[in-house]
């Protein structure tokens, strides 16, 4: 963890959710009741549970080659598993294992507002710790082992309305790529704004993908530029070291890539460190 501690930081970073998490393929025996045993195991630290819709396959199109080298045909598939996603949350709501029959994703998130950002030194830990528990819990069960398809890490960051920016004539203020010239003067200033942007992560390990959207917030109704950065790829294989590596790697490429896409004014604001 050493070369973490070489990272860019922040005092006070816009972060309020982020994600480690591990697809596999599809465990051909898992059903419902599985949920409510697993549960079980791990219910003294995520006492509460919720129940939502899965998330699609979002797998990664090989780094060798173009991002869009491989065109997007319609696919017939035949599902056999749950279409279930249960939420297994701690006390306070702001730690919480996704799982479903092809992913787990250990998130940390604000509820408040005023919950301190707990740095990877914290979360990975936790995800390592909830992996082990759910791998052992497969071997209970005689489920097998999970075979690991990719690793991803979320950051998502809210950027709020009087913080290094009040229209969107400021966005070059917040980001650098952002220039917001036209090229005869007809458009006047952008009503709302998103985009998103793809970058190849070192050694070919996968990819930085970065999303803007401006948004207004349902806790509070304030208006915010949802910045959210997924690094995502395959680890060299699912051995649980392979796993680790590939999660530091990750959180290396969105921090120094948050780093980069933001402006040295906005680092003033979140109190840059190093």
Request: aromatic share 12%; hydrophobic share 35%; charged share 25%.
């Amino acid at each position: 963890m050493e070369l973490m501690d070489r990272l860019p930081d922040f005092e006070n970073p816009p972060v309020i959710e982020t994600a480690l998490g591990v697809r596999f393929a599809p465990l051909d025996r898992w059903s419902i009741p599985y949920f409510g045993l697993f549960w079980n195991t791990i219910k003294e630290r995520y006492p509460y549970a919720e129940v939502n819709p899965p998330l699609a396959p979002d797998p990664e199109i090989g780094t060798g080659g173009p991002l869009f080298g491989k065109p997007d045909f319609p696919r017939l598939e035949i599902v056999s598993s749950p279409p279930v996603r249960c939420w297994f949350l701690n006390e306070s709501k702001t730690e919480l294992i996704q799982l479903q029959n092809d992913r787990l994703i250990h998130n940390w998130r604000k509820v408040s507002g005023s919950e301190p950002y707990p740095h990877h030194e914290t979360t990975r830990p936790a995800f390592e710790r909830d992996w082990k528990v759910f791998c052992e819990f497969l071997s209970s069960q005689d489920l097998g082992t999970p075979s690991v398809k990719q690793c991803e890490v979320t950051y998502v960051n809210h950027i709020d309305r009087g913080q290094g920016w009040e229209s969107f004539n400021d966005l070059p203020k917040v980001f650098p790529c952002w220039a917001g010239a036209t090229s005869s003067g007809f458009l006047p200033s952008p009503e709302s704004v998103s985009f998103q942007t793809s970058y190849l992560m070192p050694e070919g390990k996968g990819r930085l993908h970065i999303v803007l959207v401006h948004a207004i917030r349902q806790s509070d109704a304030k208006e915010t530029l949802q910045l959210t950065l997924v690094a995502r790829g395959n680890p060299v294989s699912g051995a649980l070291p392979n796993l680790l590596e590939w999660l530091d790697a990750g959180r290396e490429s969105i921090v120094r890539g948050f780093t980069d896409f933001t402006s040295d004014n906005m680092h003033r604001i979140w109190r840059r460190i190093r």
